[in-house]
């Protein structure tokens, strides 16, 4: 079975432009999550989606980032315009039930110069 | 405010050289808590969920044990190839989410 797949795994940019994030999530996951890691912090929470529905976005940094999840099956974090302070590592995980382990990706890091 | 604190930072081991990571926590309801394993540029790997005082699990060389304020990952005989950063999540219950609250995690390294 495939697990969580991210698309690009890297990605620099220059401040300013726009960078979409892709995560797959395993076949048949109705919860997938966002994450970010900055440089010397813990990985934290962006938001949570049951199906194609945001169950929580509380953790999202502003609204220069906008996450989708059309038809409920794969999801996209977009950063427009991004700014220095939004590099870092975003990993996506999925999980069968809110309950439920999260399985992680791979992570897609992004650098803004 | 749930908070997740892990110790130490970092530790070097020689293989063979037994010792336990720490993992403590301080969340309103905890629904469970999770240990994961994340090599250099990958993500984090799932390697146990506890989810009550006093509950233990094992896989090979590793050890996870739950109490109500914090948890240890013990690691017997140790290989080279355990050198990781392992990291602690936890999930509370009521909380009306589900996110996952992290340890900044704990970089093993384990000398041949």
């Known amino acids: 079975e495939a697990g969580v797949t991210q698309f690009p795994s890297h990605s620099v940019i220059e401040k300013g432009q726009t960078v979409t994030l892709r995560c797959d999530p395993i076949s048949g996951h109705d919860n997938l999550y966002w994450y970010r890691r900055v440089m010397g912090k813990e990985i934290k929470f962006l938001l949570h989606?049951?199906?194609?529905?945001?169950?929580?976005e509380s953790g999202m940094p502003n609204n220069r980032f906008l996450a989708e999840r059309t038809g409920g099956t794969y999801s996209t974090l977009k950063v427009q315009p991004a700014e220095l302070e939004d590099s870092g590592v975003y990993f996506c995980a999925s999980s069968l039930d809110y309950i439920e382990t999260q399985y992680f990706g791979p992570g897609t890091r992004l650098l803004v110069l | 405010e749930d908070q997740v604190t892990q110790s130490p930072e970092a530790l070097r081991l020689q293989e063979g050289e037994s010792s336990s990571l720490n993992c403590s926590y301080t969340?309103?309801?905890?629904?469970?808590l999770f240990w994961y394993r994340q090599d250099p540029g990958k993500g984090p790997e799932f390697l146990f969920t506890l989810y009550s005082a006093g509950e233990e699990k094992e896989k090979e060389r590793l050890k996870a044990t739950l109490t109500k304020k914090e948890s240890f990952l013990h690691i017997t005989a140790p290989k080279p190839e355990d050198s990781a950063t392992y990291l602690c999540?936890?999930?509370?219950?009521?909380?009306?989410?589900?996110?996952?609250?992290f340890g900044t995690g704990t970089r093993l390294k384990v000398l041949a």
């Open positions: 969340v309103s309801g905890l629904r469970g």
């Open positions: 999540a936890v999930q509370a219950r009521g909380s009306g989410t589900y996110k996952y609250i």
């Open positions: 989606f049951v199906k194609e529905s945001k169950q929580d």
